[in-house]
């Protein structure tokens, strides 16, 4: 089983930039496929991008293509997520979560564990 704990949520003003960090438990980490969602209020919950095992292969969702990036230190049992040009409509709660199969990334379902989540506020 893998616990995970995101930290570095926080209030941004449009244009800034907030990197999201997700520590993971286990001596597995490295054996799973990471993914960031997130889920603002009264929507649903929408992907942002996942990171393969190695760190070498990344998949986004179009709109945050470019602004955001994911990245992982598997010695650190550690995946990021650096947002920069934040808008007011990236106001949400970030979820990190982790599944073994690389079919599906896009798709909450298909990840077997997630984090409590860290609140991003962007004001205008």
């Known amino acids: 089983q893998v616990q995970l704990v995101e930290s570095g949520g926080g209030l941004v003003q449009a244009g800034g930039s907030l990197r999201l960090s997700c520590a993971a438990s286990?001596?597995?980490?490295?054996?799973?496929?990471m993914g960031w969602f997130r889920q603002a209020p009264g929507k649903e919950r929408e992907f942002v991008a996942a990171?393969?095992?190695?760190?070498?292969?990344?998949v986004y969702q179009d709109s945050m293509k470019g602004r955001f990036t994911i990245s992982r230190d598997n010695a650190k049992n550690t995946v990021y997520l650096q947002m920069n040009s934040l808008k007011p409509e990236d106001t949400a709660v970030y979820y990190c979560?982790?599944?073994?199969?690389?079919?599906?990334?896009?798709?909450?379902?298909?990840?077997?564990?997630w984090g409590q989540g860290t609140q991003v506020t962007v004001s205008s």
């Open positions: 979560a982790a599944t073994l199969y690389q079919g599906g990334l896009r798709v909450g379902d298909s990840y077997l564990y």
């Open positions: 286990g001596r597995t980490f490295s054996s799973y496929i």
């Open positions: 990171i393969l095992r190695s760190g070498l292969d990344t």
